[in-house]
């Protein structure tokens, strides 16, 4: 889900402090560690906003270009994220725990289109 943001929102702070002042769900800048569709690599250094309800409930924001994010699901807990990448099992897993996951990043993209730039 990409949305580009008011002018003044582009950097990941700035995102962040909205947040804030929009959910009780804890946000944070982490060093980005989930894949997103297609992405076979990583990179290193590049950072995205976590808001976490649960440890298997979250999403992530990412900073693209300027004002332009990138709003996914997640499951904010490193080892859940690791027991959802393959097989049968993290098949079952994903299947059980992405609902809850998408409610959260529709939630913060619902937030976000209060300072979507139109």
Request: aromatic letters at 6%; hydrophobic letters at 40%.
């Amino acid at each position: 889900m990409k949305r580009k943001l008011q002018p003044e929102y582009n950097s990941l702070e700035n995102i962040k402090q909205f947040l804030m002042t929009k959910t009780s769900m804890d946000c944070s800048i982490q060093q980005d560690q989930w894949f997103d569709d297609g992405q076979v690599m990583l990179t290193a250094r590049k950072q995205c906003i976590v808001i976490k309800e649960s440890g298997t409930a979250g999403a992530k924001v990412v900073l693209k270009e300027n004002n332009i994010v990138d709003i996914r699901p997640i499951a904010p807990s490193t080892y859940i994220n690791t027991l959802t990448q393959r097989g049968i099992v993290a098949m079952l897993i994903h299947a059980i725990i992405s609902g809850s996951q998408n409610k959260v990043a529709n939630e913060v993209e619902n937030y976000l289109l209060e300072i979507q730039n139109n």
